[in-house]
């Protein structure tokens, strides 16, 4: 597998936007399921957004972000985003890109996504008040 590798990450103040993005490439069908998760420091890691890739409407988030973040993906670069809009200081942390196969819902990906072995360095996300 190739591993997948995150930018876009940075420090921004609060209410500002980044978008991350995850370039993890062969997977351009509908059965992986291709996310982020983020950990900050002392943390559990926490899933945020997830999809099934080549899948429409399956994205599935954590309560935290919903409303704020959009995950899509441009199959055709077998690209990932994270749109992280309306950011607060609670949103620091490094985010990972990660990806598996996966045959089940994203719902079930999302809680499960921080164990996927495929995942990349991360990108650090900074948000000041």
């Known amino acids: 597998q190739v591993q997948p590798v995150e930018s876009g990450g940075g420090s921004v103040q609060a209410g500002d936007a980044l978008r991350l993005s995850c370039v993890a490439s062969?997977?351009?069908?509908?059965?992986?399921?291709m996310g982020w998760f983020r950990q900050a420091p002392g943390k559990e890691p926490e899933g945020v957004a997830v999809?099934?890739?080549?899948?429409?409407?399956?994205?599935s988030y954590a309560d935290s972000v919903k409303g704020r973040f959009t995950i899509s993906e441009d199959n055709a670069k077998n690209i990932v985003f994270l749109q992280m809009n309306s950011l607060k200081p609670e949103d620091t942390a490094m985010y990972y890109c990660?990806?598996?196969?996966?045959?089940?819902?994203?719902?079930?990906?999302?809680?499960?996504?921080?164990?996927?072995?495929?995942r990349g360095q991360g990108t650090q996300v900074t948000v000041s008040s």
């Open positions: 999809l099934i890739s080549g899948s429409a409407g399956s994205a």
């Open positions: 990660a990806t598996e196969i996966w045959l089940g819902v994203s719902s079930r990906c999302l809680r499960v996504l921080a164990d996927f072995s495929n």
């Open positions: 062969g997977y351009t069908d509908n059965s992986h399921c």
